[in-house]
Nanobody, 119 residues
């Protein structure tokens, strides 16, 4: 079991910047990919960005070029730098971690942090 604790959400103006952070604790020595997903009201949860233990990254199409994901394997943390956010980026952002035990992989989720982009 791994616990994920998010921080850094809040209100940001369009064109500003915001940084989300997430720290993993518990059985954190078997963590595979980490990342962020988001869910806006009335919409499905969607990929924001993920980063593998080796540093390979994947981004949702609308986030490319604006958001940057980074990871510290020693500290088991993952961060998301959000530059030039737009109102449509308003959502609850969830931290994600893949817990690998033997040949099995389990998804772990944080409780979510609200990001509101508004002037």
């Amino acid at each position: 079991q791994v616990q994920l604790r998010e921080s850094g959400g809040g209100l940001v103006q369009p064109g500003g910047s915001l940084r989300l952070s997430c720290a993993a604790s518990g059985s954190s020595d078997s963590i595979g990919a980490m990342g962020w997903y988001r869910q806006a009201p009335g919409k499905q949860r969607e990929l924001v960005a993920t980063v593998g233990s080796g540093g390979d990254t994947k981004y949702g199409d609308s986030m490319k070029g604006r958001f940057t994901i980074s990871r510290n394997n020693a500290l088991n943390t993952v961060s998301l730098q959000m530059n030039s956010p737009m109102p449509q980026d308003t959502a609850v952002y969830y931290c994600y971690a893949e817990l690998v035990i033997g040949q099995e992989a389990y998804d772990s989720w944080g409780q979510g942090t609200q990001v509101t982009v508004s002037s």
